[in-house]
């Protein structure tokens, strides 16, 4: 197959020609700095308007309640960051799981570093799913933030977000989620949930890389992120980037209105797939909860090999997968998500996440699959680890 098979939507998706489309007015043409008091800019702001109030009633939130930023991880730095400044004369004790994506993760250990914070990781069961017990016994008079992620990124499992918020109002404590990988895919009210802050990312729904937004809930008291401007309602300074946020509106537009018709889709997508690699490929695992599952996710863990080796050759067959979040590649460790499931790490060295759009076919999963089975029989068969194995059997 000469084509590429794009199987990474987790990383990024493609930016839908109708977003491209709406943005290139902007650059070109409609090129005020919306903070201008003349009509040519009043259009820009305009504009900001529209997306601001689409993607608010996206997640049932109010315009006012959105602020845009430059990307999902600046979101979570934000409300991390901010609720510890504003929240630190109440106490500093943060709690968050062990398998957040490392835009929490890495915040987290800055507060504790350098701001003198503490943080309880919560422990997740082997599929993946925070334990509810432990995240309320881990609660403290100093606790001032809850942060979960709604879906994972890497084994797709989605957390039990209204129990958490629920938790969080019982003992008057914030709540926010990273919902980078949820947005678009699954419906999310924040009211219903019970989420004060929450987190998304254009590039994950097919908009465009570089903008993001943060939902805060009307009456939280947090600071300001970026300094230096009126912008965002005072809250993050910095010319508004007008072409991206259009185009973060029109994909928001797009992903909501084919949702139902979308997912399923990619869920028949997915189940083949699963179905086809667990009864095809021995000594195989899925990981993450089989059916609390994002939509388009499907990993797998591969005994007796490596998973870098599976994605390079795959690779070289025209198909596009990762082994985790693409903000970790490069790294010789596993995947922390996976050792937090309790995986060992010889088992999660040999990890390959897949992630689909409703644009894959059958055929591409077909052939998919032949190769992965190709190509871990091959890698086996170089292994001394498969070797012994098979001698002992």
């Not at 608010?56 to 901010?82: K, M, P, Q």
């Not at 890497?154 to 919902?179: M, R, S, V």
């Not at 309602?233 to 979308?262: C, Y």
């Not at 890698?379 to 002992?392: A, I, T």
């Amino acid at each position: 197959m000469e084509k590429k098979i794009y199987l990474d939507n987790a990383a990024t998706t493609k930016t839908r020609p109708e977003v491209v489309e709406a943005m290139l007015p902007y650059f070109s043409q409609l090129y005020g700095n919306p903070s201008s008091v003349y009509e040519f800019a009043s259009q820009n702001k305009k504009a900001l308007d529209e997306a601001r109030s689409i993607i608010a009633g996206a997640i049932g939130a109010e315009s006012s309640e959105v602020y845009f930023t430059a990307s999902g991880t600046e979101a979570d730095n934000w409300a991390l960051i901010a609720t510890a400044e504003a929240y630190e004369g109440k106490g500093k004790h943060i709690i968050t799981s062990k398998i957040e994506h490392h835009a929490v993760l890495h915040t987290c250990e800055y507060l504790q570093k350098k701001r003198g914070y503490e943080v309880t990781y919560i422990d997740v069961d082997e599929n993946g799913i925070v334990k509810l017990d432990q995240l309320e016994k881990a609660i403290r008079p100093t606790t001032i933030l809850i942060s979960i992620m709604f879906a994972n990124n890497e084994i797709g499992t989605i957390q039990p977000i209204k129990e958490i918020g629920a938790i969080a109002k019982k003992h008057n404590i914030l709540f926010h989620t990273d919902a980078v990988q949820a947005f678009g895919q699954l419906d999310i009210n924040v009211e219903d949930l019970g989420i004060d802050m929450m987190s998304a990312s254009a590039h994950k729904l097919n908009g465009p890389k570089g903008i993001g937004f943060l939902y805060i809930k009307k009456g939280i008291k947090i600071r300001s992120f970026i300094h230096g401007g009126a912008q965002e309602r005072g809250r993050r300074a910095g010319t508004e980037n007008v072409p991206n946020v259009v185009g973060f509106g029109k994909a928001v537009e797009i992903a909501m209105a084919t949702m139902e018709e979308r997912t399923k889709k990619e869920i028949q997508l997915r189940d083949y797939l699963i179905k086809r690699v667990l009864a095809e490929v021995p000594y195989t695992r899925l990981n993450g909860h089989r059916t609390m599952r994002l939509p388009n996710n499907a990993n797998f863990s591969f005994q007796f090999i490596e998973g870098e080796s599976l994605l390079i050759m795959l690779d070289m067959s025209n198909i596009c997968a990762s082994s985790g979040s693409a903000c970790t590649s490069g790294s010789l460790d596993p995947s922390h998500v996976l050792l937090a499931i309790g995986l060992p790490h010889e088992i999660a060295h040999g990890s390959l996440r897949l992630t689909l759009s409703a644009e894959n076919t059958f055929e591409e999963i077909d052939y998919t699959v032949e190769k992965i089975k190709e190509i871990v029989d091959k890698l086996r068969m170089m292994s001394p680890l498969y070797e012994d194995f098979v001698r002992r059997r």
